[in-house]
């Protein structure tokens, strides 16, 4: 069988056995050979000038783009289209947005969207270690990278835990800093679950995304050093933007 070099690609360039390739899949090839050559920031050629230089329609191309758009390897800029650069690594870890983005030499960024106090309901008080009923926080943030829109957290923490969250935190800064430094609170573990979603349409507008984009979700709940319930986050991450890495370690 002809396998792939490149480690990690599809067997056979992802071609059926029976060996029938679809019109779009075969120029989206071409056009992923393209995008090589063109670099981050070059831009496509026009949809009817591929549709003329490969002989199909200009629907079979728009169909090779979107999937090229959806796998963030390429981008709208205006009207046009763009290669996209490299997506952001995200560890797997305790580690902050800001220090994973920071690390890869971009800037991060965030944007405050809501910040409220509200009733803790019975479902999340188990997870902030608060009282049902006791006052917790909400905080709505939209994650920048060079201030480029690249998600939406949501962060829940309760107010005995931050009672000036609101006096005293910077919106655009790490919330993990804000918790050690300011609060002396030290993060011990935290349980995570990350799963597949479309984002709403309020969602995929403060994001800037059309909402058939697949976004990668975390659910993520945190303990501080002494083991006691600490926050809980979910966030939303462009999956064209984004992918995860994480160290696996044997198990005896």
Known sequence: ?????TPGAPVRSGVPEHGRVPKYYAVKAKLALMVDELGEGGPLPTERDLAVRYAVSRETVRQAIRELLLEGRLRRRGRGT???????EQPLSLASYTEGVRRQGRRPGRTLISLDRFPCPEAL??????ERGAPVWHMERVLLADDERVGLESTYVSE????????????????????????GIAFGDADERIETVL????????????PALPMLLLHRVSR?????????VRTLYR???????????RQD
Not at 1 to 5: E, T
Not at 199 to 210: H, S, V, W
Not at 240 to 247: A, I, Y
């Open 1 to 5: 069988m002809n396998y792939q070099s």
């Open 82 to 88: 763009v290669v996209a650069g490299p997506k952001l």
């Open 125 to 130: 008080a188990p997870e902030v270690g608060a």
């Open 160 to 183: 005995a835990r931050a009672p000036r969250l609101d006096a005293d935190f910077d919106p655009d800064s790490s919330f993990y800093a804000y918790l050690h430094d300011r609060l």
């Open 199 to 210: 984002a709403t349409p309020r969602e995929a507008l403060l994001i800037g995304t059309p």
């Open 224 to 232: 501080d050093a002494d083991g006691r319930p600490l926050e809980r």
């Open 239 to 249: 999956g064209d933007r984004f992918s995860f890495t994480t160290h696996l370690g």
